[in-house]
């Protein structure tokens, strides 16, 4: 069959560009003689892959030189634990709650430490994101921890919490590379590779330096930043194969899309055609508060369980999968990452408009 | 160019036949519409190809159905931390220290707890195996640790010690799939994929199910087995590539070769090419004791280090790729993993005798 439009929370879509060109090199890559996935990573070829997708992470995403880029392995689900690990000094951070990966890592937070829950959006099914400009953080919070982008709802912080001199930590594992940020706003930053970046199993994280190097001497060694960044994220073997496959996904981002300005106007133009639909449709609404709207995440309902199964069931048999929503919440959402092209949002807008008429 | 022959410790070679597998398949696996790489780890396609994974992994192996498989991050450098992070009880483990990936086992055991060392061959640069026939095990350690393959330096366990009622847990990163083992005879094994398995960034851990569920409650979720078990390796994103990888090259173990008892006189056949004519060199030699010489990783030293360094760069040249021995033992080492067909030791063989020949 043909390449079906993939609307999964992630993994999710990669860019047929990309995925053709590992195809191309997964027998020999240039003239190594060998696969990327058979190198030592320890020899010279790899070396230069890694440094080649380090640079372009650093220039597409306008990394300051004060920051450490580190592939490491675990997903968010371990740096959950990491952070607190390396950054508790005084034993306790601020955090913002805006849904299921917020409380995770909250959870993970107080098996460590102490989480000061300062704002929470469950009230309300987690539909939009607190207002942070009325915040009192606690001076001696060792950070501030958010969930930028929350998939299974569809909410994005529009406007990030001024923590003055206290560092701000956030999940950008579903809106990394969606548009350009302002990293110097952060003291660290951490993402799961496997909605914008590549394969899962890499994850990325970008820190400040001065956050380094505060590990207690106890701490595991896979799991102490200092180690990671000594040894330029080779203290063991590092994920190599889906590090190239990010370097790859890069590649795309700067030759192919023009950068993340590009990339920005790309993922507003398909979220506005699918928000747009759902403002206008006596169907489907998306539950969401209008300015914590996703850009990548669209979650949408039509108030009717059985309506909502034969809406995922014959859009799948269309060949738009994965628009179940989450578990959790019910309804339905279409993630629209990076790799997702117009035409699939353009289609999947024209079959709900096309189902809203067959099931008036 | 051709491809090479890659003798590099790992990540090395795969199977010319699993890599054009997962050529073909790159952009639509099967009927799906979608790159494995891009599967919802959460969809019934991708459900299919990890029970597959396992299914044969456990028929390769003989698993018990008393025993766990687990698919994680980290590779054995995490292992180090989550096997005392879950086996501990009573807070001390025994050990036998068989190299430098003992010594870093140890290091972060001591962490979490105490190591008891009750061998050594570091006193000849671990070229042995200790007598594990004579060891006093304490009755009330919580498990007994061995490295049963030491990449580095060319060394196999071929008797297991008999620790009677306290586990044995054993790495067997570099060995594994080599040939049968008897699995009840472990209390847990595990393996970083990257030697026989798949690629970098898979952790295989095969456990005992009564050795999971005595974490502390504060153990971090991603750390805890238990957890892990619970959702079938599930818990987050698991590396879901690496996986499907993973089950190509037991396809290629079940189909192509016959199993773990033909890929282990394929092995021993290739590991024969080798020692006999290291045995015969009056250039080179291999300093293992002979009774302990890895089936993997074949060390070998001319005794002159400009010698070596000469045969090193000459043998690249000829496509002969990463036989340089690690850099804490100097040296060459040839790692003959499955994947390495038998016509690369041949030729390598072929090559050194050439190079006595012409450096007499």
Redesign the interface.
């Known amino acids: ?4 439009y ?1 609307f ?7 860019p ?1 560009w990309v ?2 060109k ?3 090199e ?3 890559y240039g ?5 990327v ?5 320890r ?1 010279a070829e790899y070396q230069a892959i890694i440094d080649d997708c380090e640079a372009r992470l650093r220039r597409v995403m306008n990394i300051g030189d004060n920051y450490k880029v580190l592939f490491l ?6 740096q ?2 990491m952070i607190p690990m390396n950054l508790l000094k005084n034993g306790h951070a601020d955090v913002i709650n805006t849904g299921q990966w917020s409380k ?1 890592a909250i ?2 937070l107080n ?2 430490g102490k989480a000061n829950v300062l704002a929470s959006s469950e009230d309300k099914t987690f539909s939009y994101i607190p207002d942070v400009t009325k915040l009192d953080f606690h001076e001696d919070a060792d950070y501030v921890y958010i969930c930028e982008n929350n998939t299974i709802y569809g909410t994005k912080y529009k406007t990030l919490p001024d923590t003055k001199d206290i560092p701000l930590v956030a999940d950008l594992s579903s809106c990394i590379l969606s548009e350009p940020i302002d990293v110097s706003k952060y003291g660290l930053i951490f993402a ?1 590779a ?1 909605k914008n970046m590549g ?4 994850t990325v994280v970008i820190i400040r330096e001065d956050l380094i190097g505060n590990a207690k001497e ?6 102490n930043y200092q180690i990671m960044a000594d040894n330029g994220s080779m ?8 590090i190239y ?1 990010c370097d790859l996904v890069l590649q795309w981002i700067e030759e192919e899309i023009g950068g993340l300005e590009a990339m920005k106007q790309r993922n507003e133009q398909k979220a506005k055609l699918l928000y747009d639909y759902l403002d206008n449709s006596k169907m489907f609404s998306n539950p969401v508060n209008p300015q914590d709207r996703s850009l990548m995440n669209v979650t949408f309902v039509s108030g009717d369980a059985e309506l909502d199964a034969k809406f995922i069931k014959e859009a799948k048999a269309n ?1 738009f ?2 628009v179940k929503g989450h578990r959790s919440v019910g309804g339905m959402r279409a993630s629209i990452y990076n790799a997702m092209p117009i035409e699939g949002v353009e289609k999947l807008v024209a079959f709900m408009e096309a189902f809203e008429k067959a099931n008036q």
């Open positions: 069959m043909s390449r079906v993939n999964s929370a992630g993994p999710s879509m990669l047929e995925l053709k590992a195809a191309s997964m027998i020999e003239q190594s003689g060998q696969s996935m058979e190198m030592s990573h020899s392995q675990g997903g968010a689900s371990l959950f634990t995770k959870k993970e098996k460590l799961g496997q394969p899962a199993g890499l106890q701490t595991p060694s896979m799991l203290f063991n073997t590092p994920p190599t194969y889906a496959m060949g999968i994965n």
